[in-house]
């Protein structure tokens, strides 16, 4: 009797392991985006590894949009500039609500914690994206960015169609946009 209570204990106890394998592959497999909703702000956090623990690139990161327009701001929470953007950027957003367009904000914070906070405080609705230093190097190197607030318009296709687009103040940028609709 005791043999097969210990042989019942460790199928269960091999079922219930084997279930919490499966969960935690799905979901590294899926890499859930982390949401916040801050007011009426819908914050969406992007995993920065990929599903075999490796950096995702800035390409990887654009793949996950194809089919849609993505208008990136390079930003962080320290920067004037980019924060005198913000109204502009949430008019921006109310104006393209209903197309097939995203807002990624790509930050440069000195800190994970400081990106988050600052993503909340200043109610960024989008997709956020914080690089380490290596995938920040990469960013800078590959698009020359050299200051921030700095913008860049990417097509339907992932191709980046303007590495230095115009601020969401501009008048011009709407127009930009919707030509890539």
Not at 7 to 33: G, P
Not at 108 to 124: C, H, I, P, T, V
Request: proline residues 3%; charged residues 25%.
């Amino acid at each position: 009797m005791k043999k097969n209570i210990l042989k019942l204990s460790a199928l269960a106890f091999i079922a219930v392991c084997f279930a919490l394998v499966s969960m935690r592959s799905y979901s590294e497999i899926k890499q859930a985006k982390q949401q916040t909703i801050v007011g009426e702000s819908k914050i969406v956090y992007l995993n920065a590894k990929k599903a075999d623990g490796t950096d995702k690139s800035f390409a990887d990161v654009i793949a996950e949009f194809k089919g849609k327009v993505v208008y990136v701001d390079f930003w962080a929470s320290w920067c004037g500039p980019c924060r005198g953007q913000f109204p502009h950027a949430k008019k921006l957003h109310a104006k393209l609500n209903d197309k097939p367009v995203v807002f990624l904000y790509v930050s440069f914070d000195r800190s994970e914690e400081e990106w988050k906070e600052g993503a909340e405080n200043f109610e960024l609705e989008g997709y956020h994206f914080y690089p380490n230093e290596n995938q920040q190097r990469l960013i800078y190197n590959q698009f020359q960015v050299d200051g921030i607030p700095r913008y860049m318009l990417i097509d339907k296709n992932g191709k980046v169609v303007d590495a230095d687009a115009s601020r969401p103040s501009a008048s011009s940028i709407l127009d930009e946009i919707t030509k890539l609709l």
